[in-house]
């Protein structure tokens, strides 16, 4: 079994992905920035590690991740400040995978986002035009790092119920570009344990096809 390390470890989807993972049988590290989260990450059956990571150094970060087995990044900068954006949707998301390569973590899987990548097309006129800078750039940073890495592209999120279904890329024109967080949870776990995803991108949204079928097609 993993010993899994959450970069962003109170987020609504981390919360969601801990007590996975425990039932699992993984054992998993939620990095967050506000100590006082702390009790959240334990009641979700996950072990609170506070280190603000848009600060934290490569050597800060790659010994928080010596001697784990696979990190997941699911943190992000929340909008409304490009600063910000590029130092944690970037930089920081790019000395996590110096660090888990320094660390001998070769296990890392980005959440990221459907339509992902340098072709974007968000103007630069539009408010989420760094985010996806950002996303771009750390996710080619990871594909080139050596890395066992896999993308995760989920579509817009949704607080709805887990069916425990999606469908993959390449999608139909008229699919519903929405999923819920519970099932994006889910691809997570079903990810760190399929060996097929590794070196994979893959995009998703609420479908018809079990997780584990669908990532193990890709």
Same mark, same amino acid.
């Given at each position: 079994m ?13 919360l969601?992905v801990?007590? /996975?993972? =425990?039932?699992?049988g #993984?054992?998993?590290t939620a990095?967050?920035r506000?100590? &006082?989260? @702390?009790?959240?990450?334990? *009641? ?6 506070v280190?603000d990571?848009?600060?934290?150094t490569e050597?800060?970060?790659?010994a ?32 996590s995978?110096d660090?888990a390569?320094?660390?001998g ?8 986002? /459907?339509? =992902?990548?340098?072709? #974007?097309?968000?103007?630069?006129d539009?408010?989420?035009? &760094?985010? @996806?800078?950002?996303?771009? *750039?750390?996710?080619a940073h990871l594909?080139a ?12 999120l949704?607080?709805?119920e ?11 024109e008229?699919?519903?570009r929405?999923?819920s ?6 691809t997570?776990?079903?990810a760190?344990?399929?060996d ?17 079928e ?5």
């Amino acid at each position: 079994m993993a010993d899994v390390v959450i970069i962003g470890g109170h987020g609504k989807v981390a919360l969601l992905v801990l007590p /996975l993972l =425990a039932e699992a049988g #993984h054992s998993a590290t939620a990095v967050i920035r506000n100590p &006082a989260h @702390a009790a959240d990450v334990e *009641a979700a059956a996950g072990t609170p590690l506070v280190l603000d990571v848009e600060n934290a150094t490569e050597d800060e970060l790659a010994a928080a991740f010596t001697g784990r087995d696979a990190i997941v990044w699911s943190a992000g900068a929340g909008g409304g400040d490009t600063r910000r954006t590029y130092a944690v949707d970037r930089d920081a998301a790019i000395r996590s995978m110096d660090a888990a390569a320094r660390a001998g973590v070769r296990r890392y899987v980005m959440v990221s986002y /459907l339509g =992902a990548g340098p072709d #974007h097309g968000v103007p630069e006129d539009n408010s989420f035009h &760094a985010y @996806a800078e950002a996303k771009a *750039a750390a996710d080619a940073h990871l594909r080139a790092s050596g890395l066992d890495w896999t993308v995760l592209g989920p579509a817009g999120l949704t607080l709805e119920e887990p069916t425990g279904l999606i469908d993959v890329a390449p999608l139909p024109e008229d699919a519903e570009r929405r999923v819920s967080r519970a099932n994006v949870a889910r691809t997570i776990v079903a990810a760190l344990e399929l060996d097929a995803t590794i070196g994979r991108t893959i995009e998703y949204v609420d479908g018809a096809t079990p997780i584990r079928e669908a990532l193990a097609r890709v």
